[in-house]
């Protein structure tokens, strides 16, 4: 079946440094991919959605120039968190759709990304 | 946009009860909804999905219910097993992210043995 890799599965960084996490679909090919935050106990909240070739589309409330987003290849999405602070710490996931109709609205999600800001 | 939530935050279970999440929607044009699964510190994993023309559909040990009436989404676990522990949660189309999905606050399943 599908597969989404995610790189790095977890990081450490200083306040103040930038990472940057990947995104892949393995072996298939992904013009839209999905990039999502978690917290602890708490759910999955879509940060923004990652376009082939063009900019990506940032929901309310997400800084799209503390979050950049770089989609130049149909099988790889950066997520880059610029000057990261502790209160970015979190467990990034990235999705891509992998249904064809009807289940065109199915996603395949990466195991994410656990960034822990010091 | 609209909320998919969830009715109970937790689920303790014995292994091999039966278990049943349930889920409001508050969306009344949802046409599809989903189950995922999430183990600790892993990314979410796809369980079973229905569409709005349909009320109930089965997998693998996996029952969703859907009843449109009340705008009320379930998944019901046959024969519960210590694997079956994680946090589930439904989820529906974002329409306003090109096909993302917007999920609820999800459900904890813990299956003791």
């Known amino acids: 079946g599908a597969v989404v890799s995610q790189h790095p599965s977890w990081v450490i960084c200083k306040s103040g440094t930038s990472v940057k996490i990947e995104c892949r679909s393995l072996?298939?090919?992904?013009?839209?991919m999905f990039w999502y935050r978690q917290f602890p106990k708490q759910s999955l909240m879509l940060m923004a959605t990652s376009n082939e070739g063009s900019k990506a589309t940032y929901e309310q409330g997400v800084e799209k120039d503390k979050f950049l987003i770089n989609h130049a290849s149909l099988t790889l999405s950066t997520l880059t968190v610029t000057s990261a602070h502790p209160e970015d710490s979190s467990f990034y996931i990235c999705?891509?759709?992998?249904?064809?109709?009807?289940?065109?609205?199915?996603?395949?999600f990466g195991a994410g990304s656990r960034l822990t800001v010091l | 946009g609209e909320n998919v939530g969830l009715h109970l935050p937790t689920l303790s279970v014995q292994e091999g009860d039966n278990s049943i999440i349930n889920c409001a929607y508050s969306?009344?044009?949802?046409?599809?909804f989903i189950w995922y699964k999430q183990e600790s510190g892993k990314g979410p994993q796809f369980i079973i999905d229905?569409?709005?023309?349909?009320d109930k559909r089965q997998g693998q040990r996996v029952t969703v219910l859907l009843n449109k009436t009340v705008k009320h989404l379930s998944l019901q676990i046959a024969a519960t097993q210590p694997g079956d522990s994680a946090v589930y949660f439904c989820?529906?189309?974002?329409?306003?992210?090109?096909?993302?999905?917007?999920f609820g606050k999800g459900t904890t399943l813990s299956v003791s043995s």
């Open positions: 072996d298939f090919q992904a013009t839209t």
């Open positions: 999705s891509a759709r992998t249904g064809q109709p009807p289940k065109g609205n199915v996603l395949t």
């Open positions: 989820a529906e189309p974002y329409e306003g992210a090109g096909t993302a999905l917007i």
């Open positions: 229905i569409r709005s023309n349909m």
């Open positions: 969306n009344s044009a949802s046409d599809y």
